[in-house]
């Protein structure tokens, strides 16, 4: 009889110190974990991005490593201006193209 007071005192003392440590986190048993609040300001490119820029970027270090929700921001910007420094590329030589066909045309 002694062992089973025993036992159900340490199951009610476990119950709530359970209980009691959801209550004190502000957050009711089984809500799940919470989304990370960010704390630091969103990490960004310039619109004109140089590799002086690229190279100067610190990411937050999170309970996993790097932040993947920075990382993919900022290597979508890139990806971003990469492709239109491309686009512009091509669309000049294109018009260099162009006028070094047409006759009489003098080049700069």
Excluded: H, T
């Amino acid at each position: 009889m002694s062992f089973f007071l025993v036992f159900l005192a340490i199951v009610l003392i476990g119950a709530v110190l359970y209980l009691g440590a959801g209550i004190v986190r502000g957050r009711s048993i089984g809500a799940g974990l919470d989304d990370p609040v960010a704390n630091l300001p969103p990490v960004v490119l310039p619109s004109k991005a140089k590799p002086s820029d690229v190279d100067s970027l610190r990411f937050a270090l999170g309970l996993r490593g790097y932040r993947m929700d920075q990382v993919d921001q900022v290597l979508d910007d890139l990806r971003d201006q990469l492709q239109a420094k491309d686009r512009e590329i091509e669309r000049l030589n294109a018009l260099a193209r162009r006028e070094d066909g047409e006759p009489g045309r003098i080049k700069p």
